[in-house]
């Protein structure tokens, strides 16, 4: 949670469209520093992923995180998932070792990633960080019953990374994706125009994901938004986008986690797209401008030697 206190000037404006949203860089690492989410630079990366992972119902930081005050203070409340279910504790993480701390690497962007017009008494900023955890239980419950001491499938991790990719221009283009050896979960893809600014004008109007040279679908981006409506209950009107409850201009999801139909997450997982290190993995389509491609590869992976063990129904 990001705490803006002491502004004061009553002249403050957020940058839009991300403005307070766009206000941390992050990574979690594990003991050894390598990342299990992250690291993701300034901007509407870490907020992305809060809501359209796929860990929450309602996760829309936008609403969760009401704009700054014209003074410039307010709260900002980002969500960095580890565990993968809720409802059995997959994916959670050991953490009983003092001497083995796990690492977060965050840093404040500048003031002009904020606001557009800052106050003219800055805010101080705090970063608190609070954890959900499990706490073990003790070996049987008050009738004597065996209990389950840690979670289904321990050692099974999930990471969300970042990639880039560069279109120098419009036309067909097939970038590779770099993240693969892992199941993946989602895809959070966010395009940007040759400014570093979320747009859909670059946006193909139709997008293809292959595997290994056969086309996994193709789908025009008006029926992801449509699809992700349906998943998540955001709404797509182009006039309405990058406000609360509704999609966000240049962010479309890929998602493999919607095993319900009802809304994203708490999945069985066996709708995963598996992946090995030499899985070729490409983004097709035909781009209408020059921009970036951000992609935030949500996957996982099982403890090692027993791949099946995070699936249904081996686990719940």
Do not use: H
């Not at 209990?147 to 036309?171: C, I, M």
């Not at 570093?196 to 109007?205: A, E, K, L, Y």
């Not at 293809?208 to 029926?223: A, C």
């Amino acid at each position: 949670m990001l705490t803006f206190s002491g502004g004061a000037g009553g002249n403050a404006v957020e940058a839009t469209p991300d403005g307070r949203l766009a206000a941390l860089s992050l990574m979690v690492g594990d003991v050894s520093g390598n990342p299990f989410v992250g690291a993701f630079p300034f901007g509407f990366f870490l907020s992305a992923l809060m809501k359209y992972g796929g860990y929450r119902f309602a996760f829309d930081p936008r609403i969760l995180s009401p704009a700054l005050d014209d003074d410039g203070n307010g709260e900002i409340y980002y969500y960095v998932p580890l565990e993968i279910l809720k409802r059995s504790g997959l994916g959670s993480i050991t953490n009983l070792n003092a001497a083995a701390s796990y690492q977060i690497a965050a840093s404040l962007a500048p003031a002009n990633v904020i606001f557009s017009t800052p106050p003219t008494t800055p805010p101080a900023v705090t970063l608190q960080v609070y954890m959900d955890c499990w706490s073990q239980p003790p070996a049987q419950d008050v009738l004597g019953n065996l209990t389950t001491r840690q979670p289904p499938a321990l050692g099974t991790t999930q990471f969300a990374t970042l990639q880039s990719y560069d279109v120098s221009g419009a036309g067909y283009k097939n970038p590779q994706l770099t993240r693969t050896g892992y199941y993946i979960r989602n895809f959070i893809l966010i395009f940007t125009d040759a400014d570093g600014v979320r747009s859909d004008t670059p946006t193909p109007d139709t997008l293809e994901l292959w595997k290994d040279n056969q086309q996994v679908f193709i789908q025009p981006t008006s029926l992801l938004r449509a699809k992700l409506y349906a998943d998540t209950g955001y709404g797509f009107a182009s006039a309405d986008l990058d406000t609360a409850g509704y999609q966000d201009t240049g962010v479309y999801l890929i998602p493999f986690d919607n095993d319900f139909g009802l809304e994203l997450g708490a999945e069985l997982r066996n709708g995963y797209l598996p992946t090995l290190q030499s899985t070729k993995l490409q983004i097709r389509g035909t781009w209408n401008a020059a921009g970036t491609l951000y992609v935030i590869t949500n996957d996982v992976a099982p403890p090692e030697g027993l791949p099946g063990s995070i699936f249904f129904p081996a686990t719940l």
